[in-house]
């Protein structure tokens, strides 16, 4: 039989694993950073109406640019962060994986190096890698916010292409400030003077911050992006539709190397569909946002240690001791309660729920806690 290390597979993608979260059936999933609230009823009835118009026409390609869509995202986020923009400035893919992606085919690849601050989203470096572009871990504080200065120093020393901001910051939750960005942003243009380098602003847990959004760096600054996704907020995570925002050159650069076609008709009717019920689906963020700040709250009343959180999750620990983290996360599941583990040595993250979700949650953190503390103590 043959086994994937005997095909002739490219030496950096030698002894990887696949980026995937557990998927287990057990009755609090908490660990992939879902909105747990289903669309309303309202808004599915307008998919399915949508749909059947699109169904309509799938004998024929559908809008190969998105037009519609992407004005309508533009729309979006003009109202939501007060920058105005054109439909020209925005770009749509198969969520924000398939954007920067396509960032990376457009301004990485081979010759070339992007460095993100860790620990952060791991598909920056995943995505990095299968464009073949080179990675570059950046440093954090033990707060897990980014040294500002070490990181400048990074990027003078490096002088990467391409580099990587998420704010929220997956997995901690920690948002960066705009002094931070537009240091990098300088210090990344400093660095290659001769075309600038591209800063791109990971936004996918953005509407959930209690920092407004970076969006409006965007002016004067043509090699900055943002990128953001209808997964979270808009609790679409099934639709797969992630977008960015930046300079319109930046938007023809992308077109370059996007797929023909690559956004269905369906996937745009879905998505425009999702965008008429802009402000009930933001009202159940707002939900989420409350519930995210409660379980905080809570977490360290229980001697929990937790990271100040401006996305829909929360990293808590610390956890010590034979198994550390790894032990909480069986001791949770074992009640039920399925959270990450995402290899930050000491910490978990658990995915803000519905309030019934929560509690069930927190009752686990208590009867876990409870349990390992005898066990250790045997």
């Not at 118009?53 to 533009?74: G, H, K, S």
């Not at 200065?149 to 391409?162: N, T």
């Not at 802009?278 to 009343?301: F, M, N």
């Amino acid at each position: 039989m043959t086994e994937l290390n005997d095909l002739p597979l490219r030496d950096e993608l030698r002894g990887k694993s696949p980026y995937g979260a557990p998927q287990l059936d057990v009755p609090v999933r908490l660990n992939t950073n879902e909105n747990p609230y289903p669309l309303p009823e309202a808004l599915v009835e307008r998919i399915a109406e949508r749909v059947t118009e699109a169904a309509r026409q799938l004998n024929r390609y559908p809008d190969r640019d998105a037009v519609e869509l992407r004005t309508e995202l533009a729309r979006y986020l003009t109202r939501s962060t007060g920058h105005p923009l054109g439909h020209e400035q925005v770009w749509a893919a198969n969520g924000s994986n398939e954007v920067l992606q396509q960032l990376l085919q457009a301004f990485g690849g081979p010759g070339r190096t992007a460095i993100g601050f860790e620990p952060s989203y791991s598909m920056h470096g995943l995505i990095a890698r299968g464009t073949g572009t080179g990675w570059i871990s950046g440093p954090r504080n033990a707060d897990f916010t980014i040294d500002t200065e070490a990181a400048v120093r990074a990027i003078g020393e490096h002088r990467p292409h391409v580099v990587f901001v998420c704010s929220p910051n997956n997995p901690t939750g920690t948002a960066v400030d705009e002094a931070t960005v537009l240091a990098l942003y300088e210090a990344a243009q400093a660095a290659r003077p001769e075309q600038g380098a591209l800063v791109v602003v990971d936004e996918a847990y953005g509407e959930f911050s209690h920092r407004p959004s970076l969006l409006p760096l965007l002016a004067g600054r043509p090699t900055l992006v943002v990128s953001r996704t209808m997964s979270k907020a808009f609790g679409a995570a099934g639709l797969r539709l992630g977008y960015l925002a930046a300079a319109a050159a930046v938007v023809d650069a992308v077109q370059l190397v996007r797929l023909p076609y690559h956004l269905s008709a369906v996937t745009q009717a879905t998505a425009l569909a999702a965008l008429e019920h802009t402000d009930t689906l933001l009202g159940y963020v707002e939900q989420l946002k409350a519930e995210r700040d409660r379980l905080v709250a809570e977490l360290r009343a229980l001697g929990c240690e937790v990271t100040d959180s401006d996305a829909n999750f929360i990293q808590f620990g610390r956890f010590e001791g034979e198994g550390g983290a790894h032990a909480m996360w069986e001791a949770l599941l074992a009640h039920g309660v399925l959270v990450r583990d995402n290899g930050v040595p000491g910490w978990l993250r658990v995915t803000a729920g519905t309030p019934k979700e929560n509690d069930a949650f927190l009752d686990a953190v208590r009867a876990a806690s409870k349990e390992l503390k005898e066990k250790s103590e045997r």
